[in-house]
């Protein structure tokens, strides 16, 4: 079994906004929405579990379960880092799960392609992340701000998600990473902390993660009016109206 955990507890901070940005609107949809109809394209994904804010799992679980064209989904809280929200979550996953892909819930605009090519170099090797190569020239500095070196750019990979992983080796690392007070910048780096190797695989420079207005307009185009026909025929707008909804008691919430 192959259980995708979305990571999707974000405050919106560097979109400008006061809430959650999986909920801002993407083509007339949420940005989560995409991400999960994306996913349930993949035949070879069974269900997901959400990691969200502890005050939006019940809201978030409520409109989801009932939307259709959506793989079965748990909703469970996250925690303060995202590499503890990252371990909520897989201490949800069903015990028949062989492989956890971890993906951020930002990515609306993943392929089934990478997802498969993701989930075939881990059931080789038993990790793997995408990444597509580096385009443009690196340079390091030191703290003056003077240049060091020049890395060769042919070893440099800008790293993507989905992130898989056999789940013992995922929990393993993740545990372990708990005991040492080891934060990582994402979950390849957590497992590179125990020895084990991860191997990169060819993801899609189209596969970025919504962090500012300006991500919004490249989705925008990519997505164009075929891709929004799709989301329409899974998506009610009752249900999105649902969202908006959830979206305005949080802002009371917070204020």
Not at 55 to 62: C, D, K, N, P
Not at 183 to 204: C, F, H, P, Q, R
Not at 245 to 252: C, E, F, G, S, T
Request: net charge positive.
């Amino acid at each position: 079994m192959i259980t995708a955990i979305f990571p999707a507890a974000g405050k919106g901070k560097r979109m400008g906004a006061s809430f959650n940005k999986i909920f801002a609107g993407l083509s007339d949809k949420p940005i989560l929405i995409h991400t999960l109809i994306s996913f349930s394209r993949c035949n070879l994904v069974d269900n997901f579990v959400v990691v969200a804010a502890k005050e939006e799992v019940e809201s978030i679980s409520r409109v989801l379960n009932s939307m259709p064209g959506i793989k079965p989904c748990k909703v469970v809280a996250g925690g303060s880092e995202r590499q503890y929200s990252v371990y909520n979550g897989l201490l949800a996953v069903p015990k028949e799960t062989d492989i956890v892909l971890v993906h951020d819930a930002a990515r609306p605009l993943i392929t089934a392609k990478v997802i498969e090519n993701v989930i075939d170099e881990v059931k080789s090797s038993g990790a793997a992340v995408a990444a597509v190569p580096v385009t443009s020239t690196i340079k390091v500095v030191d703290d003056n701000n003077v240049v060091t070196h020049t890395p060769k750019r042919e070893t440099l990979w800008t790293i993507q998600t989905p992130q898989g992983f056999r789940k013992d080796i995922l929990l393993e690392a993740n545990e372990k990473a708990r005991q040492e007070n080891f934060l990582g910048t994402d979950d390849a780096s957590i497992v590179e902390n125990m020895g084990y190797s991860v191997k990169v695989v060819m993801g899609d420079y189209k596969n970025i993660k919504i962090t500012s207005p300006e991500d919004l307009i490249f989705a925008e185009a990519v997505l164009g009016k075929k891709a929004v026909k799709k989301v329409k025929n899974h998506v009610s707008s009752a249900l999105y109206n649902a969202f908006d909804d959830m979206k305005a008691k949080i802002l009371k919430t917070r204020l």
